[in-house]
């Protein structure tokens, strides 16, 4: 299985952000994921239906939509409309998991549910058959440019021994703190899908994401 390096969008530079999004797109990139905020669930407010709306015009990433919100039932709808490919949910944030998956897998999208660092990996043992992808947040939500947290590690290893006996098609995505220096490691864990930001953004993006590949073995 391909390995996808999902830069975030949040790292990005708003005010040139056409310009780097045609670099993602020399860069490879298939991925790109979208950190909703707001300001309840995590302390950030971020961006929300008409910055996804505008991006959908123009580039044609899979739109790998992070929902760090309260409820997030609210607002599935709303962003199927504005061109997400995939929703991921907290298992934190919302009350019904289940019904909410249910939503997300009847717009036909790709149906994911996170973990903040310190919610154990065995609360998804009934629910781990029911969706595409489990995102395991190596950093508290919320900010940008965090370290890694060591124990998620562990906790990529115990989802990815679930995966083999629950769910085999089950994509793992880890967000936070990744970089050149620890995503081998990572893949070798479980990992599938690598979000980062700092670690894309920062510096010269083109460079950034040959460096992540190099490390990961994709080239």
């Known amino acids: 299985m391909k390995k996808n390096i ?11 952000l056409s310009s780097q999004m045609k670099l993602l797109k020399e860069g490879n990139i298939e991925v790109l994921h ?6 309840m669930f995590v302390p950030s407010i971020s ?5 996804i709306s ?4 123009s580039v044609d990433f899979f739109f790998d939509v992070h929902m ?8 599935i709808e709303d962003f199927y409309k504005s061109g997400a490919n995939g929703i ?20 036909g999208l790709r149906s994911g549910i996170s973990l ?6 065995s609360f998804l043992e009934n629910i781990i058959t029911e969706v595409d992808m489990v995102l395991i947040m190596s950093v508290n939500p919320g900010f940008g440019g965090q370290k890694f947290i060591p124990y998620s590690l562990d906790k990529i290893k115990e989802l990815s021994k679930m995966r083999e006996e629950k ?6 995505q880890v967000d936070g703190g990744v970089d050149a220096c620890n995503i081998k490691e990572l893949s070798e864990a479980g990992v599938d899908e690598f979000v980062a930001g700092s670690s894309v953004f920062k510096g010269d993006i083109l460079k950034n994401i040959k460096a992540l590949n190099t490390a990961l073995g994709e080239e």
Do not use: W
Request: net charge negative.
């Open 34 to 39: 979208l950190d909703v905020m707001d300001g």
């Open 68 to 75: 760090m919100v309260e409820n997030p039932e609210r607002y």
């Open 167 to 172: 769910n085999p098609k089950l994509l793992i």
């Open 6 to 16: 999902a830069p975030s969008l949040l790292a990005a530079d708003f005010y040139d």
């Open 88 to 107: 991921t949910i907290h298992f934190e944030a919302c009350k019904h998991i289940d019904r909410c998956i249910a939503q997300i897998k009847a717009f």
């Open 116 to 121: 903040n660092p310190a919610t154990p990996v």
């Open 54 to 57: 505008s991006l959908r015009k």
């Open 47 to 51: 961006f929300g239906m008409p910055v």
